[in-house]
């Protein structure tokens, strides 16, 4: 299989329709635990986090890192080094899982998208490391300090594989309980159009990576909604926004250019769809998307549906452990990608 297209972000239209403010704005903000694969731009989680920083309707409690795209340690060194960018190093980093719970690294595996499997030190960011470290506590005793300390209020967005979740969830009785809401970028659902995976023919890569994480996550029974590939298939990131992007200059629309420039230069109708962004869109404004009450489980049985999820309007026989929740499957872009370049593009 060949490798996945880059899984870049979005951005969008003229900014003179710029979103409309989101439902339920005026309220306080999510707190949220910002739980990413990362790696810098052009990878999908950076302009997720973009989106986040700039958005004053999501509280950053702190990002926990996860192997995924790459390996923890580089996911943790690349956000690191765009919240110096940023002029953020307020918000603390922790180091999460460095391997799947259980899942190894195959032939397979190391052909397709992803260095999850990776134990290679990371390699210097632009710019270099950044100067302030992760903390010393880990990403799992940080997700259960802060969910136990403000119990009912703490949003986990999860844009990686569930392992930290998974282990959190694990190790501290009645966690899940206490988390308000999951928001998950992941799944590919047959039962939905545009249902296909990105990994393997039915399953997508953040579930894939670490289905056991991903079963123990969404069978807990938190509130959940799922930002599948049925719903990111349906957008694109294009020239046409990178260039709105880059007018800015600000720090970080600098970063995009210097990571992007050659990309486009090269190939103007390059492009690629927005997972994790549209993830963290849909927690700023839910009227993004239209969704569907789905049952949803995780196939974590080794063979051919390994790390495939399965939605269905009625719980099925053989599905007893799905629990309910939102899964997207239709985006109003145009509105999306307007909100995504008005806010990747603020000072
Ligand atoms: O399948 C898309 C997801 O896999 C995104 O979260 C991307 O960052 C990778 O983790
Ligand atoms: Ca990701």
Redesign the pocket.
Known sequence: MTA?PI?FFVCAAALSLAATPAAGQATAAHKIIFDT?FVIPP???SFALMLALKSPELQILGITTVA??DSMERATADVLRVLEIAKRTDIPVYRGANMPLLHEKSDFAASV??RWWSDDPPPAPPGGFAEKPAERESAMDFIIRTVNANPGEVTIVA???LTNVAMALRQEPGLAKRIKRLVV??GAFASLPDGAG??TPNA???IWVDPEAARIALRAGIPSQLTP?NV?RKTRFSKEWYDKIVAAKTPLTELVRERMAARFEKDPNAGGQM??QLAVATLIDPTLVTSADLFVDVDANRGPSYGTTVGGRKPWGGGEGAQQMSVQHDVDFPRFINMFVERVTRK
Do not use: A, S, W
């Open positions: 996945i899984r694969d990878q999908d989680d995924g795209n998208h992803g844009i990686g594989p970028m992941g990105n990994v997508e890569f953040n590939l990111t997972y994790d």
